[in-house]
């Protein structure tokens, strides 16, 4: 590993990993809701909510795939050095996946879980440029109490082959992250629109 490639990560390493971790549960908890990581660090190619998300979640047991936008030297020494997570090539075999929303109309290959073990499915970190754009849906499910107006700048062709691949309790968590703030997709939330 190239040394002059690391930077900084948390300044407080367990308070802030603790931190993004609570972040992470609180947006699957509440689907739809921003949640805000003021002190997430930076890193070139990734938004701090994303490398926060990364820092928090991701570690020597969690082998990470990688989309090419974000498969640079920088990233991979960083989040080897910071995280110890094993990168994959292999959709099938990673445990979370980082991706950004050129990536979103291809889910083909991830592990959706299975009916008894639908925990061991992966989860998809998603970098997008805003959370607050794009076509109004409407939200549905536990954690919402009727249903949330959400705006996200993803294609109809993610929602479309979010509907076709869900079979819950099997299904893939999604974390949108965007400068400072993040918002969970959780299996279990129901997109009501309709995608034509």
């Not at 930076?42 to 498969?71: E, H, I, K, M, Q």
């Not at 110890?84 to 991706?99: Q, S």
């Not at 061991?120 to 107006?149: F, H, K």
Request: glycine content about 8%; aromatic content about 8%; charged content about 20%.
């Amino acid at each position: 590993m190239n040394a002059q490639l690391l930077q900084p990560a948390f300044v407080d390493p367990v308070l802030d990993a603790q931190r993004g971790f609570r972040a992470a549960l609180k947006a699957l908890a509440e689907p739809g809701l921003i949640q805000h990581l003021p002190s997430a660090p930076r890193l070139d190619g990734l938004a701090p909510a994303t490398y926060a998300l990364c820092l928090a979640l991701l570690d020597v047991d969690t082998p990470l795939w990688l989309a090419p936008s974000f498969d640079t030297p920088l990233i991979r020494a960083n989040l080897a050095f910071h995280c110890g997570c094993p990168l994959t090539t292999r959709r099938e075999e990673a445990v979370f996946a980082l991706l950004d929303e050129q990536d979103l109309p291809d889910l083909g290959g991830f592990d959706h879980g299975n009916d008894r073990y639908p925990d061991q499915s992966c989860t998809l970190l998603v970098q997008l440029s805003d959370l607050q754009t794009g076509p109004t849906l409407s939200w549905r499910g536990p954690g919402i109490e009727a249903q949330r107006q959400v705006n996200l700048p993803v294609s109809g062709a993610f929602w479309l082959q979010r509907q076709h691949r869900e079979a819950f309790p099997r299904g893939l968590d999604v974390l949108f992250a965007a400068g400072h703030h993040l918002i969970g997709l959780p299996r279990s939330t129901r997109i009501t629109e309709e995608f034509a």
